[in-house]
């Protein structure tokens, strides 16, 4: 029926074209008349055709064939010959034309409707890498012969007209590189039966991979990557035996489950499949042992971006025509199989970022043809490998973030001449010395060897290496002076040899590093005068050399020193002095305090846990300060209360606005969670933890307990307050998006300072929205710590082994499904709490909202909509402050806000994958948003990248 419709709506149109067309270009306009307006307005020389012969005798790039009596212009190819201008409607006219060639030039303008004129005759129109502007003429679904249609490379816009998609003669079909949107009619397979070549890649195309696609058996090339496409990979991969490119990457295709990715069994079948890549996906699951059955002569493989776990399977080594194998960015733990070692052919390695761990198998020197190595990120441990010595066609390596140990081998460094980009080893524990081979490699522009143990001198041979521009030795023990060679090294920009121990002058030669733009010294025991030229007076502010206590400005230098080293004496004679008598006055006091034990709150803290508080750095309140403080806990100053008990809101008496948490003492664990937030907050200090200022404990004379947590006061309420309109700013509006993405980046940053920067790792455990507290300057704060739990043996951080006498932990709605099986509380189990809130505060809709019933949930929900109708389920108060109200049609969110929810709500599903392997930690979820919120600011043109 709908085609029916579709088809008479063409003819109708097509008739109206054709006769409004007519006047423009009369059809007696001969072949050379069009060629000439061609030439002209394609910016051709007048000489470029000899006007006073045909063009069937020698025109360049035409070609003619004798039809009905007449020569008449079959093929016009001008392809690569810097044609600007545009394309004359008046092409229309060669109405024998079959192949019109016209790729890689910088035609701009639109395409001429008037190339349908050409409906009965052309087979080929490529007008790939060019300027061309405007939609892609619906008409050009009346060329019925058509069988390759390129416009790649152009900034075409629009949808893809359902015409166009009706050609059923077409074999290739390529669009891809522009700012094509809409999606793929999901009979495509049926339309386009003759189809080989599927290109749509780099555009703005949404909605479903089309099944149909997978259904036409020929098929040679799928190549979809960077869309917007969601759902999941349709069936019927099995059956595609001539499949030699499958590329669905950078997309938002998702799979669930360990068999996540059957596909690649599925693809086993297709025996010429030389590229396959699924990377930057939602894609979940193991990846299969059939990996190893894909075709012979698959080269390369892109899993990178993915949410894939579990081990490399070994079968991985079959795969013996494989030149680029990219897992990057996934979860995959266990050790890197030794058999990897027969991919002969690899160039490509990258591994980073995963779970995994062990040792660095040897094997992997075996592979002699390895360009780029890139191992950062995981558990690695142990040497690098002597094997890696065979690299001699290496260009990067990157071992980065990794606890290797044992000291650099010079010997790896001698069959690296060839290393040109990168050699980066920072972050592991190598220690020994540098070896002095290090000036073998030339090439080398980046050596990065930060934070290591490494020790000794710095070889003279690193002048050596000519090309480097920024080397990094920073954090490390090394000693002895700066080599004079350094100011060998001609292109050098940035130098950081920070925190060692360096000693002797600095070399007056460093002035002669013309270019270099950076240079760290700080934190060594460098003395003597600072050169005054070069860097050190050009870049002034990049140059960093405190913390070296010897060196001076002026001569003469040697008093100066002797000068401040006498202040320094003096000041340690004080300070000891001082810290005698502050231990006296502590001790007195403490004698003080015992007698009068029982009175105050001091005292019972002290007792009961002896060096919980002390230690810490908050001062004690008493009882009767804090009864004071809240007007004897009068209700008008209650500000909350829940379960934990009642919260105050008062004054000290230094005139301190504090929040009071009083804690209901009758419920069971109030006094296991005072002190786990007494705990977890005694070492934290983070602008986006609530500060804990004070607390109190006493036992009174009914011997009941009193326990009370003081902090500071945050007057704009909670994020539950905000999200449930109770609170309002002064023009009566919810945050916007800004504000809420402002939030979420701040709880984030509390939540990563937890998890990776405290001394010990601490979880939360109760993140929800009446948990995040808003200052005046609506700076989001975490509060709350009573479920937190330190994290003290390091390996919990990431393990989750089973312990059944941990009770459920959270509140319903945010705790990650592995608590209800008793799993500990893991930094991966807060990132799930988070997702689930930041995925609230833009849908505005609380995980346990009525409306979810059943297997529905807010993750689901989300998930179905994300991204082409994500209006459904944007928080309808967003929408109305973005102005983008419906008149009569749908609702339009303006391009950078849309982009950005998109990545917002892609960074809390990636939060609350099921499996806390999968998840995404708070570090990475930071990073993310933050990205985010530059798109905001930044319209992010959509890149015309090189076609993958
Ligand atoms: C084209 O046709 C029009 C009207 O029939 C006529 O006036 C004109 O001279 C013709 N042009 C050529 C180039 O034959
Ligand atoms: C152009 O073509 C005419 C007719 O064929 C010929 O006489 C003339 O030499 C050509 N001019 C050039 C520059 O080739
Ligand atoms: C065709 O062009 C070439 C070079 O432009 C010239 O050498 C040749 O003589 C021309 N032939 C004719 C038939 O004009
Ligand atoms: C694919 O082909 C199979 C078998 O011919 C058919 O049953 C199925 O409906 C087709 N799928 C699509 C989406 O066209
Ligand atoms: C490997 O994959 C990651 C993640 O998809 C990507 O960032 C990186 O550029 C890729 N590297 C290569 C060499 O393809």
């Not at 960015?329 to 266990?334: A, C, H």
């Not at 002048?463 to 004079?484: D, Q, V, W």
């Not at 990776?756 to 507290?773: A, Q, R």
């Not at 409306?851 to 944007?874: C, Y």
Request: charged share 15%; glycine share 8%.
């Amino acid at each position: 029926m709908n085609s029916h419709i579709a088809l008479t709506l063409l003819s109708v149109l097509a008739c109206i074209f054709l006769s409004v067309d007519s006047a423009f270009t009369p059809s007696n306009v001969t072949d050379k008349e069009a060629l000439i307006s061609f030439q002209s307005t394609a910016n051709l020389p007048p000489f470029f055709w000899n006007h006073s012969s045909s063009p069937c005798t020698n025109w360049t790039g035409v070609a003619c064939n004798r039809i009905g009596g007449t020569q008449r212009v079959v093929s016009l190819d001008l392809s690569g010959l810097g044609l600007t201008g545009s394309i004359s409607h008046h092409v229309g006219s060669l109405t024998e034309l079959q192949v019109l060639n016209l790729a890689r030039n910088n035609l701009s303008g639109p395409i001429p409707p008037s190339i349908s004129n050409l409906s009965s005759t052309l087979t080929s129109l490529n007008l790939g890498t060019n300027s061309l502007t405007g939609i892609i003429p619906m008409e050009l679904g009346f060329l019925r012969k058509l069988k390759e249609l390129d416009l790649a490379g152009n900034q075409l816009t629009g949808t893809v007209a359902l015409s166009i998609y009706n050609i059923s003669s077409l074999v290739r079909f390529t669009v891809a590189s522009n700012q094509l949107w809409g999606e793929i009619p999901s009979n495509i397979g049926v339309t386009l039966p003759n189809l080989l070549y599927f290109r749509n890649c780099f555009n703005l195309f949404t909605g479903k991979i089309p099944a149909s696609l997978h259904n036409i058996t020929r098929i040679r090339e799928l190549r979809l990557s960077n869309n917007f496409h969601d759902g999941s990979v349709p069936p019927g991969l099995g059956n595609l035996p001539f499949l030699e490119m499958y590329n669905i990457g950078f997309n938002r295709i998702v799979s669930y489950g360990d068999n996540g990715l059957n596909l690649i069994t599925s693809l086993t079948n297709s025996s010429r499949l030389s590229w396959l890549a699924i990377d930057e996906n939602r894609l979940e699951g193991l990846i299969p042992e059939s990996i190893g059955n894909l075709s012979k002569v698959l080269s390369k493989l892109y899993m990178g971006g993915n949410r894939i776990y579990g081990n490399i399977p070994a079968s991985i080594s079959q795969l013996s025509s494989l030149t680029l194998l990219n897992v990057t960015y996934n979860s995959i733990s266990g050790e890197i199989p030794s058999e990897i070692g027969q991919l002969k052919e690899l160039q490509v390695l990258g591994l980073a970022r995963n779970k995994l761990s062990g040792t660095i198998p040897n094997s992997l020197g075996n592979i002699m043809k390895l360009n780029h190595v890139n191992l950062s990120g995981n558990y690695f441990v142990g040497n690098i490998p002597l094997a890696f010595s065979n690299f001699q066609k290496l260009l990067s390596m990157d071992l980065s973030d990794n606890s290797l140990n044992g000291s650099i081998s010079g010997e790896i460094f001698l069959n690296l001449p060839s290393l040109s980009t990168i050699l980066n080893l920072s972050n592991n524990l190598l220690s020994g010395p540098l070896p002095e081979e290090i000036g073998v490699l030339a090439s080398v522009v980046t050596i990065d060897l930060s934070n290591n143990g490494l020790s000794g001198s710095i070889p003279s041979s690193v002048g050596k290496c000519t090309s480097l521009e920024r080397l990094f030795i920073a954090r490390n023990n090394l000693s002895g002076p700066l080599p004079n060679s350094l100011a060998e090294i001609r292109g050098l920009e940035i130098l950081d040899l920070s925190s060692n121990k360096l000693s002797g002058f600095i070399p007056d030669k460093l002035q002669e590093l013309q270019v270099l733009s950076f240079l760290n010294l700080s934190f060594n025991s460098l003395e003597g005068v600072i050169p005054n030229g070069g860097v050190f007076v050009r870049n002034i502010s990049s140059v960093y050399l405190e913390g070296n206590w010897k060196l001076c400005r002026d001569w003469p230098c040697v008093k100066s020193g002797g000068q401040r080293r006498k202040v320094q004496v003096l000041v340690l004679i004080i300070t000891s002095v001082l810290a005698v008598l502050v231990g006296i006055v502590v001790i007195a006091w403490l004698l003080y305090v015992r007698k009068r034990k029982g009175l105050g709150c001091k005292t019972t803290i002290r007792e009961t846990s002896p060096d919980l508080l002390i230690k810490g750095q908050h001062q004690l309140v008493t009882y009767e300060e804090l009864r004071s403080a809240t007007g004897n806990f009068n209700p008008e100053n209650l500000v909350g209360s829940g379960s934990f008990g009642t919260v105050y809101r008062g004054f000290l008496r230094q005139g301190t606005e504090v929040a009071v948490k009083v804690l209901d003492i009758k419920m069971t664990g109030s006094r296991k969670s005072f002190l786990a937030e007494c705990e977890a907050l005694r070492n934290v200090r983070h602008r986006n933890l609530v500060k804990l200022i004070t607390s109190c404990s006493r036992v009174d004379f009914k011997n009941m307990e009193f326990l009370a947590l003081v902090y500071e006061y945050l007057s704009n309420g909670s994020l539950e307050d905000w999200i449930k309109g109770k609170k309002k700013n002064a023009d009566g509006d919810g945050l916007n998006i800004l504000e809420r993405l402002n939030v979420a980046i701040d709880v984030a940053c509390g939540l990563d300072y937890l998890h990776h920067d405290c001394e010990v790792p601490v979880v939360h455990c109760d993140l929800k929205p009446s948990n995040i507290l808003l200052d005046g300057d609506m700076t989001a704060k975490i509060g709350d710590f009573g479920l937190a739990k330190l994290l003290m043996e390091r390996t919990e951080i990431t393990q989750h082994s089973l312990s059944s006498t941990n009770v459920l932990k959270g509140s319903i709605g945010y705790i990650p499904p592995e608590y209800g099986f008793g799993q500990k509380p893991s930094t991966a189990g807060d990132a799930y709490s988070f997702g689930v809130m930041l995925l609230e505060i833009f849908t505005g809709k609380s995980p346990t909202d009525e409306s979810f019933t059943g297997d529905e949930n807010l993750i689901r929900w989300v998930q179905s909509a994300i991204p082409h109708n994500m209006i459904k389920v944007l928080d309808p108060e967003l929408l109305d402050l973005m102005h983008c109200l419906p008149n009569e049609g749908p609702y339009l969110i303006p391009a950078e806000e849309h982009n950005c929810l998109v990545l917002i709500f892609e960074v809390g599903l990636s939060c609350t994958c099921v499996s806390p392997d999968g998840r995404s930690s708070l570090r990475e979820a930071l990073y993310k948003l933050e990205t985010a919120r530059q798109t905001l600011f930044n319209v992010e043109s959509v890149n015309s990248q090189a076609l993958t």
